[in-house]
């Protein structure tokens, strides 16, 4: 009875928290969340690894490889890798997750593979038990993107893009009745632009690597028209390559993927900052679902067996978020803070069946 009162007591505070927060006038009116499946934070600020770049097994031409993307110096390395965290993220936003400097983000799930690290972060809590395989099977729990859709000023503004043909499922549309476009999904409806109509014909003719996932350029360009047509206040972009070529142990690819993402990412930026619908009132949260070994035998690898998996790292930039670049400070920050963030930069009190980790604070500026 005193741990359930306890608990409780706990519940309201934190639910007290947020609600002040949230009542709290803040200029983000829309939010963007990205996902680069399974990029380990040694390559976000370290840059290209020195043992796997030169790996024969994994390396097709090293020479052509390191003329892109190696330095001796990681400062340098990570820039060459990650043009646009590492200029305008780095200097107008925040980045967190750099281990070296004890500023550590962990996912809270123990299984540290894809359905329950987007499940996290994604609802803001761990469901070890109900979620716990990447199966095709409807979420039980409700996401803040269903929330969020289900909030005055928010219905119908609220989309999903990604690469994973898992995703549908992860978002439970079948209840959610969100617009989610995932795996080998064509744009539809009744007035495709010439865009959108040649992004279906290009997609049935350019082959995917594998079967469940499609490459991310056509999840980009999905996504950016839907952009540009329906105005969204909040859209999720899931990018899939960086994991499947880790897994398939192409580190030239795995690198030159996150590279392409990056310019994804400016290039997104660029129109949002250049259209006055979202130009100083839109936040960007990147993230990850997972992170994966750091070792020649386990870097292809995530799991609960494989170390370092759990350990992640996300990154903020927008109108209300205070330029402290990257964040050196020891502290310690789980995926699952990222739910409640979102929803109070949008000024709403996110409710759940489970307590959702609380936001991170820093990222926004009272």
Same mark, same amino acid.
């Given at each position: 009875?005193?741990?359930?009162?306890?608990?409780?007591?706990?519940?309201?505070?934190?639910?007290? &928290?947020?609600?002040?927060?949230?009542?709290? =006038?803040?200029?983000?009116? &829309?939010?963007?969340?990205?996902?680069?499946?399974?990029?380990? *934070? @040694?390559?976000?600020? /370290?840059?290209?690894?020195?043992?796997?770049?030169?790996? =024969?097994?994994?390396?097709?031409?090293?020479?052509?490889?390191?003329?892109?993307?190696?330095?001796?110096?990681? $400062?340098?390395?990570?820039?060459?890798?990650?043009?646009?965290?590492?200029?305008?993220?780095?200097?107008?936003?925040?980045?967190?997750?750099? @281990?070296?400097? &004890?500023?550590?983000?962990?996912?809270?799930?123990? %299984?540290?593979?894809?359905?329950?690290?987007? &499940?996290?972060?994604?609802?803001?809590?761990?469901?070890?038990?109900?979620?716990?395989? /990447?199966?095709?099977?409807?979420?039980?729990?409700?996401?803040?993107?269903?929330?969020?859709?289900?909030?005055?000023?928010?219905?119908?503004?609220?989309?999903?893009?990604?690469?994973?043909?898992?995703?549908?499922?992860?978002?439970?549309? =079948?209840?959610?009745?969100?617009?989610?476009?995932?795996?080998?999904?064509?744009?539809?409806?009744?007035?495709?632009?010439?865009? !959108?109509?040649?992004?279906?014909?290009?997609?049935? !003719?350019?082959?995917?690597? *594998?079967?469940?996932?499609?490459?991310?350029?056509?999840?980009?360009?999905?996504? $950016?028209?839907?952009?540009?047509?329906?105005?969204?206040?909040?859209?999720?972009?899931?990018?899939?390559?960086?994991?499947?070529?880790?897994?398939?142990?192409?580190?030239?690819?795995?690198?030159?993927?996150? %590279?392409?993402?990056?310019?994804?990412?400016?290039?997104?930026?660029? *129109?949002?900052?250049?259209?006055?619908?979202?130009?100083?009132?839109?936040?960007?949260?990147?993230?990850?679902?997972?992170?994966?070994?750091?070792?020649?035998?386990? *870097?292809?690898?995530?799991?609960?067996?494989?170390?370092?998996?759990?350990?992640?790292?996300?990154?903020?930039?927008?109108?209300?978020? !205070?330029? $402290?670049?990257?964040?050196?400070?020891?502290?310690?920050?789980?995926?699952?803070?990222?739910?409640?963030?979102?929803?109070?930069?949008?000024?709403?009190?996110?409710?759940?069946? %489970?307590?959702?980790? !609380?936001?991170?604070?820093?990222?926004?500026?009272?």
């Amino acid at each position: 009875m005193r741990n359930k009162t306890l608990f409780l007591l706990l519940s309201l505070f934190l639910f007290s &928290n947020t609600v002040l927060l949230a009542q709290k =006038k803040l200029k983000t009116e &829309n939010v963007i969340l990205i996902t680069l499946d399974g990029f380990r *934070w @040694r390559e976000l600020f /370290n840059g290209a690894d020195a043992d796997l770049i030169s790996e =024969k097994d994994f390396v097709s031409d090293e020479k052509a490889l390191k003329s892109k993307f190696w330095d001796d110096d990681a $400062l340098v390395r990570r820039k060459k890798l990650l043009p646009f965290i590492w200029t305008t993220m780095a200097t107008e936003g925040q980045i967190y997750g750099n @281990r070296q400097h &004890n500023n550590k983000v962990n996912v809270d799930n123990k %299984h540290r593979f894809s359905y329950p690290g987007y &499940n996290e972060i994604l609802t803001g809590f761990a469901d070890d038990r109900r979620v716990d395989s /990447n199966d095709k099977k409807d979420n039980p729990n409700k996401t803040i993107l269903e929330f969020i859709n289900q909030q005055k000023g928010f219905r119908k503004k609220v989309a999903a893009f990604g690469s994973w043909d898992v995703f549908p499922y992860i978002l439970n549309v =079948k209840r959610s009745g969100l617009p989610v476009n995932a795996g080998f999904d064509t744009a539809s409806g009744p007035h495709l632009s010439q865009r !959108e109509k040649f992004l279906n014909r290009l997609q049935a !003719e350019v082959p995917s690597p *594998w079967s469940s996932v499609r490459l991310d350029a056509f999840t980009h360009h999905y996504a $950016l028209e839907y952009l540009k047509k329906a105005s969204p206040r909040v859209l999720y972009m899931a990018y899939g390559e960086t994991d499947d070529f880790a897994h398939n142990g192409n580190y030239e690819a795995y690198l030159k993927s996150a %590279h392409q993402t990056d310019a994804f990412m400016k290039d997104l930026w660029t *129109w949002l900052q250049r259209t006055p619908k979202y130009r100083n009132k839109t936040t960007l949260i990147i993230t990850t679902d997972h992170g994966r070994g750091n070792t020649r035998k386990s *870097w292809q690898e995530h799991g609960s067996n494989v170390g370092e998996a759990d350990e992640t790292w996300f990154m903020a930039l927008g109108p209300d978020t !205070e330029a $402290l670049g990257e964040v050196k400070q020891p502290a310690q920050y789980y995926t699952k803070q990222l739910a409640q963030t979102i929803t109070t930069l949008l000024g709403l009190s996110y409710t759940s069946d %489970h307590p959702a980790g !609380e936001p991170v604070k820093t990222v926004i500026n009272q």
